[in-house]
């Protein structure tokens, strides 16, 4: 079992910020855990715009504090998230989000990150992987 607490992340490689400066998250769930997916708490910040495209990843979203504007970029549909609700980038979708207020939301990804991704210039995340578990064990 595994217990943790979002501030005993603060400080650690479990904290990244982004080079963009538009967004931080606290990787709570990562590969190296083995489980299948990754689970991260990610804040946006007000005034930023952040485009994205998980092309190796599908990844939902549940927001929990502030509002931002998801717009997808395949269709061109946009929706006002809001805390409460969740969207789901089942189809790798192009998308970017415009964050009206600090936007905080819980993010899974699959296959799981590994906590050392950040956006490249077409805003995808590299299809990274950890090295196998120990002979014996399961884990790395």
Same mark, same amino acid.
């Given at each position: 079992?595994?217990?943790?607490?979002?501030?005993?992340?603060?400080?650690?490689?479990?904290?990244?910020?982004?080079?963009?400066?538009?967004?931080?998250?606290?990787?709570?769930?990562?590969?190296?855990?083995?489980?299948?997916?990754?689970?991260?708490?990610?804040?946006?910040?007000?005034?930023?715009?952040?485009?994205?495209?998980?092309?190796?990843?599908?990844?939902?979203?549940?927001?929990?504090?502030?509002?931002?504007?998801?717009?997808?970029?395949?269709?061109?549909?946009?929706?006002?998230?809001?805390?409460?609700?969740?969207?789901?980038?089942?189809?790798?979708?192009?998308?970017?989000?415009?964050?009206?207020?600090?936007?905080?939301?819980?993010c899974v990804?699959? +296959?799981?990150?590994?906590?050392?991704?950040?956006?490249?210039?077409?805003?995808?995340?590299?299809?990274l992987t950890?090295?196998? +578990?120990?002979?014996?064990?399961?884990?790395?």
């Amino acid at each position: 079992m595994i217990v943790r607490t979002f501030d005993e992340l603060d400080g650690t490689e479990r904290h990244v910020k982004a080079a963009s400066g538009t967004w931080e998250s606290r990787r709570i769930v990562l590969a190296r855990e083995r489980v299948g997916f990754s689970l991260h708490e990610t804040v946006l910040y007000a005034g930023t715009e952040t485009s994205m495209w998980y092309a190796n990843h599908v990844e939902a979203v549940v927001c929990t504090e502030g509002e931002a504007v998801l717009t997808d970029h395949e269709t061109g549909r946009t929706y006002t998230i809001v805390p409460g609700t969740m969207y789901l980038l089942d189809g790798h979708e192009r998308h970017s989000l415009a964050v009206k207020r600090d936007f905080r939301c819980l993010c899974v990804f699959n +296959p799981p990150v590994t906590g050392r991704e950040d956006h490249d210039a077409n805003g995808v995340y590299p299809l990274l992987t950890e090295p196998g +578990p120990a002979p014996g064990t399961g884990r790395a």
